[in-house]
């Protein structure tokens, strides 16, 4: 109940392509969902987040589907770049607790 | 320095050493995590503090000793490791009180492989 299964591992995109990374959560008492980027050498940085009351969010060129009843929810990102080459992470989160459970990670590499 | 530095940035220590990790925020924030990241695993929590109290362990083994002595300070003690322990620990800060949608800031870790 406590895991996040993410896919795919790995994802190769074109340039100007769509990448497309989906979770899948468990736990019902997960109230935020966020998606972090992480660079190689680097930290990961909250890219974007979204709570279930709403089923997208968009942000530039990144966007959140959000399916409360299926509880799943992937990012878009359109128009790819190779400085989006990176690794992707979702997360679940019960928020008012310290509960997050974060996925595997994708990582993504778009071909100039 | 900005945001988050963390000190190492890489470790190599035997099973029977004693080392710390140290974590450096410089953005005024109250609440501060140890991560640990291991390959092909999920990123794990390891310990929250806010305002330099913990308030979360999650169920982290004792040969891992954290300290908060101030709001701008953390650290990781280490000692009698594993080698299933070799990882990069990444320490974040966030401006609430902890937890919840609070944004986290991260640094850059510190990779530790333990011989």
Not at chain 2, 69 to 87: K, M, V
Request: hydrophobic letters at 30%; charged letters at 15%; glycine letters at 8%.
């Amino acid at each position: 109940q406590q895991q996040v299964k993410q896919s795919p591992q790995s994802l190769i995109v074109q340039k100007g392509g769509i990448s497309i990374i989906n979770c899948a959560y468990e736990n019902t008492a997960f109230d935020y969902f966020p998606w972090y980027q992480q660079f190689p050498g680097k930290g990961p940085a909250l890219l974007i987040a979204i709570r279930p009351d709403v089923s997208e969010k968009k942000e530039g060129r990144f966007t959140i589907s959000f399916n409360k009843s299926a509880k799943q929810f992937s990012l878009h990102i359109m128009d790819s770049q190779p400085g989006d080459s990176a690794t992707y992470f979702c997360a679940a989160i019960h928020s008012g607790t310290y509960k997050y459970i974060f996925g595997t990670g994708t990582r993504l590499k778009v071909l100039a | 320095e900005t945001g988050v530095t963390q000190t190492p940035r890489h470790l190599v220590m035997g099973m029977t050493n004693k080392k710390s990790l140290k974590c450096e925020q410089h953005l005024g924030h109250n609440a501060m995590y140890w991560y640990k990241q291991s390959a092909k695993k999920p990123l794990e929590l390891m310990f929250v503090y806010s305002l330099e109290e913990r308030v979360e362990n999650n169920s982290v083994p004792s040969r891992f000793s954290p300290e908060c002595p101030n709001s701008s300070h953390l650290f990781l003690h280490l000692h009698t490791l594993q080698p299933e322990d070799s990882a990069l620990y990444l320490c974040a800060s966030s401006q609430g009180s902890g937890g919840g949608t609070d944004t986290q800031y991260f640094g850059p870790g510190t990779r530790l492989t333990v011989l």
